[in-house]
Structures are given as C-alpha cells and as structure tokens.
C-alpha cells in the first residue's frame, strides 16, 4: 500500500509547445490539452489491452499531471490565455530555440497562416540538429492539412468513391497553392528518421475543421446568421466532398499521439462524415438563416471581399478519406464523430456561445405617446435587433397568409403538405373575427402572429425589442407560455415561460396622463394628422391603458412573477426632445452589444461622421479663439486709448500745478532780480571785459538791492 500511494505521489506533468496561441488552431488546441492528463487517453485503451498500442512504443507518462501549455502570439499586445503558463514573445531565432529546447511536445499548425512554414521546417531542422543535447525524448507535430492530398488520383478510376487512408500517404499530390505545406511534410518525417528514441516526429492530415467561433465555415456561419441575403451561397455544383472534423477531436488527436507515441508517423485526422458542400450549406442555412441556398459559379465567389482565398480552396476540395488508425488505435471521446450536418446544432450553439453572439431579448412598456417607438427605433439602431411594432407583425403576418393561401387556388401542388390550405382557412377565419370585432383582430391570432415571428431566424438569431406589446397580464401569459416539449422543473414555484422568446430587459416609461396631453398638444399638425394622437384618441386610450392596467393587474406584475423585475424611467424628469438620455438609460441597463460590431461599411460611415464632427468642433473653436482674440485686441486698443487720454489728463493737470506754483517765483524774480541782471547785461555789453561771467557777478554782487 506504501508503495502504491508513494507511486500516485508522484506527478509529473509535460511542456507542449504550440505556435500562435491566439489563432483559431492553436488557442483551441492550447486550451482543450491544458486541461487533459498526461496519459489519460491511455486509460481505456489499457483496459481494453488493444493490440496496436502495445506493440506501439508507447511511453508511460505519469497520469497525475497535466500539459503546460507555452506559444508564440500573432498579437504581442493580447493579455496571456488563463490556460496558458507562458507566452514566448522573442523574435530570435536562438532564443526561441532554447524555449524549445525546454519543451517535450512541440506542435507547429500550418494549416491557417502560410508564414509559419518557414519557421516551422527551421524548428524540425535546428531541433534535429541539438538531438545531442537533448536531456529527454522530444516530439516534434506537424499540423498539416488534407489540402496536401487535393490533386491525388483516385485508388481505383473505376470506383472513385474509394477513400484514402494513412497508408496512401506516399500517393498523394497537393493543391497547386499547398506544395510548401507538402514539402514541410516530407521534411518532418525525414528528421524523425534519425534518433526515434530521442526525436519523434508526426504529421497530422487534417481535414476543415469547425466548431468553437468557426474559421474554414465562418464565411457560411456569418453570412446565414446576418439573415441580410436570401439564399446561402453555396460555390459551384456543391457535389464536392469536403473531409472535416471537429476541432476539439483534432485536439483530442494530438493529446492521444502525446500521451501513446505511435508508430505510425502519419495521420489523417478526419470525422466518420462524408458530406458534400451543398449538404454543409444547405445544413448551415436550415438550422442558422433562411433555409434557402443559391449556386453561385467559383469565380463569382472570389468576388465577395469576406471569403479568402484559402477558405475557397479548402471548401472546394473534393476528397474521400477515412482515417483508419485515429478510429482503431486511439481513444478519443468525439465531439462531432458523425461530421458537421449530423451535429449542426450542437455546432450552431457553440458558435454562438464562443464568438458572444447572443441575442438580445427586451420589451419598452408605458402608457400612449409616451415615447416608447422613437425609443425603441434607436435602440435598435444601437445594438442592431429587430423592432417589433403590433402593426408591422400583422401586416406582415396577413401578407404571408394571403400569399401561401393564394398558392391554394392553382391546380397543381407540389410539395405543399396541405400548407396553402391550412392558411387560406385562418385567413377567412381572421376576417370573419375582424367583422364581428369591429375591424379588430382577435387577441389569440395576435399573439400567434408575435410568436411566430420571435421564434423566427432573425429574432433567434440577433434578437429583438417588443414596442409596447403585450399590453395586458393575459397577452403576456399566453404570449411567453412554454412550449409542450418544455419540461417544467421538478420542485419549482415559479411559472413556467418560453425561455427562447422571454424578454431579459422590461422598461417602463412612466408619465402621468396631464403630461401626455400637453406633449400631443405641442406637437405639430404635420406630426399628429393620420395618427391616434388626436385630442379624442390619445383620451380613448389613455383610458383604455389605464383601465388594463390597474395597481394589482398590469402587465408588469406578469414579469416581476417570472423575477424578471421591470426597470422604471419617468419621463416627465426627462427634458430632451429625442429622448437621448432614456435611450442612454436603457442601454446602461441592456449592457454591451452581442454581435459582430459594425461592419467595414460602417465603421467607414461612423469614421466619416466623427471626421465630420471634428472638423466641425475645430472651426468652431477656432471661430470662438479668432473672435475671442478679436475682442481681446479691440478691448486691449480700448484700454490702451483710455490709458493715454488719462495720461494726456495728468500731464495736463501737472502742468498747471507747476504754472500755478511758479507765479511767486515769477513775481519775486521779476521784481528783486531781473532789473539789477538786465542793468548787468547792459553795464557788461558796454564795458566788453575779458571775462564776463565773471564781471556780470561782481556786478551784481556791488549792486545787490538788499545788500543796500
């Protein structure tokens, strides 16, 4: 027992190394090992002591561990996956080798970006070169793709429908725009030739895959779930067969060549499917788009900008392969073993799920002219659903009875199932009720139009805002009642609901009746003529609302019973004319959007705009700055101005004081000193002395008056 639990005690998990951690590829392979056991695929097989893995040279790794995960990034700036341990960033080739060097399984995918052939044919050969060095055994993985095999020629002419299988691999001839993808094959199974004891090498054929967000099919996923076009396309004849496999078991394939080391150096990974490309299409727009396909010729596909032209190649491959020893030899639990249409809907969830294209389900509820349209038209806008108004859901709905009924008046039918019947018989069946009513249609054939169309492609698909319906307690009970097949939970209190029509979000705009009216009041003629908001409607069915809606039988009780409790907003609070600032409201309580985000297209138009609007905000600015600098300059000349006639005022006013200060001195000089200086002068003109400074003040020092 000692040495049992000593034996379990001992851990030891091992170091893969995978390029692009970020791609399609590598980020689901990365994640689906990092949470599987060394060895783990080996625990059935050993039980069921399968011939093939014994003679195989199957090395035995201990089962307590798990796969490290380290990688290379396209993106450096993208945060490290949680499943990651680390993310080599280095762009030396030295450095990366020694990362290498530390890691027991190294897996290079060729299969999305043509560039890391080149590092991936340098990895096999500077790893073979360091075999020396090696402190363990390595494992070196060439994720390739069966487009290797595109142009082989069939096994037998007469029996085309023959497939290929492992042991063929010799035969096979690639697609003229996959030749270095074959010569990295080839270069991978030469360098495990050497020292299979301490470098292994494998290459792995594998065919389109898909699940998880989608890479090869995302142009299909993409285009059935927009809904925008009427057909799916589908390329050419579609009779091409298309080998694919899930990419959680192409995952489960590489965990199985790690953990049993297999002597067969060449796999094709492949599902047990052999569908064509029509089937795929047409699976793709039953189950996600409109249930319609549309043949379009190859070069008239190369024209759409969202396909690439590797996705092209690889969906029109037409090949038959089955992978042998994958089925016999390893242990894998399928995810998708019976191919993609068998499993489309386990597929179609997935995809939604990993690329977050959720959809958004929310009901806008409150009295007349309350706003709640204009509301909701810009809601729609913002996440991109679908708007449903009463009106726009019957229209549409008679309009599509009338026209499946009008199918029932012609002679011959095909394919129709008694369809066109069925509709023209609750056609007369709705007018019938609509002259009984008044013009009004019945209430249960309402809520089976809303059904039918929230249970639509479209809404389904991206979702949807209910404008003001239901109105009553009743018409939401019977609107969002479950389905038969639903089963209701064991043991719960709460109602039972349709889950996949059930609003997340309910809003109710509130204002009192006085406030109304004098909104519809204010609005103008133009607005107002051919609507219910005249004076005598939005009175009729203000009372009307009020009277379904009382304090214990709203509609609103109906959601607060299911726990999905109505959000609030009062109008009258709210002074903005297009109601931007409930639209804001409500999209902080609806919370980010849940779809791809805004196409090319429109990122240019919203580029346009904010380019626009800078444009505009930098000439007003600058418009405001010259005007500003304008008065500046005009106040500053202003100052200036009065400055100098303020100055021009004290200088005055000095002058003045001096002149008025001066007149003593005037008075003093002219009557004690200027006649005695003027007599000088006179005396000093007469005598002409030498010096006459000096005379002039001796003169008036002898004829000084007060001295006398």
């Known amino acids: 027992m000692a040495e049992e639990s000593e034996s379990q005690e001992v851990p030891k998990s091992r170091l893969v190394f995978i390029n692009h951690l970020d791609a399609y590829g590598g980020k689901n392979i990365g994640k689906f090992l990092s949470s599987c056991i060394v060895g783990a695929s080996l625990e059935e097989i050993e039980e069921e002591e399968d011939e093939k893995s014994v003679d195989s040279d199957v090395l035995q790794p201990a089962k307590d561990g798990t796969y490290e995960i380290v990688g290379t990034v396209k993106d450096v700036n993208l945060p490290k996956p949680e499943w990651a341990k680390d993310i080599i960033t280095t762009p030396e080739k030295d450095q990366l080798l020694e990362h290498l060097m530390e890691c027991d399984i190294i897996v290079y995918d060729i299969t999305e970006d043509p560039d890391q052939i080149d590092e991936a044919t340098w990895a096999v050969s500077a790893l073979h070169s360091e075999i020396d060095r090696f402190e363990g055994p390595k494992m070196f993985i060439l994720l390739s793709t069966v487009m290797t095999w595109s142009k082989s020629k069939p096994l037998d002419p007469d029996d085309p429908e023959i497939p290929f299988t492992e042991d063929d691999y010799r035969r096979r001839k690639p697609h003229p725009n996959y030749k270095s993808h074959i010569s990295a094959e080839k270069l991978v199974i030469k360098n495990g030739k050497t020292n299979k004891a301490k470098f292994v090498t494998y290459v792995v054929a594998s065919g389109l895959t898909y699940g998880a967000g989608e890479s090869i099919f995302h142009y299909l996923f993409k285009t059935a779930w927009h809904g925008q076009a009427d057909a799916l396309q589908c390329f050419g004849t579609g009779n091409n067969v298309v080998p694919t496999i899930h990419i959680k078991d192409l995952a489960a394939v590489i965990q199985n060549i790690g953990d049993s080391r297999p002597k067969t150096r060449y796999l094709v990974a492949v599902d047990d499917s052999q569908n064509s490309l029509e089937e795929v299409v047409r699976a793709v727009s039953s189950s996600l788009g409109t249930g319609k396909i549309k043949h379009i010729t190859k070069e008239e596909a190369l024209l759409s900008k969202d396909l690439e032209q590797a996705d092209f190649d690889q969906l029109l491959v037409n090949l038959r392969m089955d992978a042998v020893y994958i089925k016999e030899s390893m242990n894998i639990r399928w995810a998708a073993e019976t191919g993609l249409v068998d499993n489309m809907g386990g597929i179609i969830k997935e995809y939604k799920t990993t690329r977050g294209l959720l959809p958004m389900r929310a009901c806008i509820l409150g009295p007349p002219a309350v706003g709640k349209t204009s509301v909701v038209k810009k809601l729609c806008e913002h996440y991109k659903l ?89 018409q939401a009970k019977e609107l969002f009642a479950a389905d038969e097949e639903e089963e209701e939970p064991e043991g719960s209190k709460m109602p039972s609901y349709n889950k996949s029509i059930m609003p997340e979000v309910v809003v109710s705009l509130d204002a009192p009746d006085d406030f109304l009216k004098i909104r519809v009041m204010n609005l103008p003629e133009s607005v107002v003529a051919g609507t219910h908001n005249t004076e005598e409607g939005l009175v009729r069915r203000l009372a009307e609302f009020r009277a379904v809606n009382e304090e214990d039988t709203t509609v609103l009780n109906y959601f607060d019973e299911l726990e999905i409790h109505p959000d609030h907003i009062d109008v009258t609070k709210e002074a903005d004319e297009e109601n931007k600032s409930i639209v804001e409201k409500v999209v902080k309580i609806m919370g980010e959007p849940r779809n791809y985000g805004p196409t090319p297209e429109e990122l240019e138009e919203m580029e ?101």
């Open 386 to 474: 679908h708007h449903i108004k009463i009106k726009d859901v019957i229209d549409e709905a008679i309009d599509k009875l009338t026209r499946s009924a009008a199918r029932a008046e012609q002679e011959e039918q095909e394919d129709d199932d008694g369809k066109a019947q069925e509709d023209q018989e609750l056609l007369d069946q709705i007018n019938e009720s609509k002259e009984s009513n008044s013009g009004r249609i019945e209430d249960q054939y309402i809520i089976q139009f809303f059904r039918e169309k929230l249970h639509s492609m479209p809404c389904q698909n991206q979702g949807f805002i209910l404008d003001g319906y239901p109105k009553t307690y009743e």
């Open 608 to 708: 346009r705009i904010e380019t626009e609007k800078r444009l505009k905000r930098e000439k007003k600015e600058k418009e405001e700055r010259e005007q500003r600098e304008a008065e500046e300059t005009a106040e500053r000349q202003r100052r200036q101005e009065e400055w100098s006639q303020r100055l021009d005022e004290v200088k005055r006013q000095e002058q003045e004081v001096l002149e008025n200060q001066s007149i003593p001195l005037r008075n003093y000089l002219m009557k004690h000193v200027m006649p005695t200086l003027t007599q000088g002068l006179i005396e000093c003109c007469k005598v002409r002395p030498d010096d006459a400074i000096d005379y002039l003040a001796e003169y008036l020092f002898k004829n000084n008056p007060q001295i006398d």
